[in-house]
């Protein structure tokens, strides 16, 4: 399998694999108007700037993915770091249609414009890291690993056309504000930090559409508690649009994110199998 750009989104990354198996500047930190309705575009503009502002978290992610009419679902755990963009996630893959688990969890590790994996599989030595420049990705591996870079998630909503206030809610216990409404891709690339510019630049002309709807949970602080996209993506080599849908969900603002890179002697080389 090659890494490189071209033809539809995810075609060689994680979630195809898995599809293909199942059938077959900083902010203060606070909302900036007491009035959760009066500039709903505004306050989700400045969502990303204020995850900066609170520097790290935990993170859960859920990719859910249907095609043909089967829904498989990949999910994902572990710790960021925001100012830095650095991730590190558990990434846990569905059992195959038999009901057996095939896959050992793989280990994510997030950077500016690049994604790590261990326990890839395909013929990748266990003891190697596989790297991705996700600028070559043609969904800026917004789904390619199968979880959305939780600062990549915050960003797209830099791109926010058109959103309104649902109303109040309530995730993991926690108060929140729901807003709902469209990103534009290309919008949001314009507006993102360096390390995520190019991915989602990529990802705007990558996708079926450049228009991703979203749901997004806010709390007091304004910091982003749980976010939803649905992605679209023509699937190669098979009939029909994938839909996407990636959720992450932050808690434990300012735990620790500690995320050390692979050394060059540590990642592989070699091709990677289909």
Sequence with gaps: MQYKRGGAVAVAGLVAGVVAGATGCVGSGAVADDSPGQDPVGTLHRAADTLLAAGSSRAQTSMEMATGGTRVTIRGEGVYDYRRQLGQL????????????????????????????????????????????????????????????????????????????????????????????????????????????ASLAAAAEGFATAEVPFDVYLDEQGRIRKVRHRFSFVNSGRRGVVAVASTVLLYDFGTPAVVTLPESRDIYAGRIAE
Excluded: C
């Design 90 to 197: 558990r990434v846990v893959l569905p059992q195959d249609p038999s009901g057996v688990s095939e896959h050992r969890p793989i280990t994510e590790l997030l950077a500016p414009g690049a994604l790590f994996m261990k326990n890839r599989g395909a013929g990748v030595p266990a003891d190697k890291w596989v790297r991705v420049d996700t600028a070559t990705l043609s969904d800026g591996n917004l789904v390619t690993g199968g979880a959305t870079d939780p600062f990549a998630a915050a960003e797209l909503l830099r791109g926010v056309r058109t959103a309104t206030y649902v109303g109040e809610s309530e995730v993991a216990g926690v108060g929140v504000r729901h807003y709902r409404g469209t990103v534009d891709l290309a919008l949001a690339a314009r507006g993102a930090t360096a390390g995520n510019r």
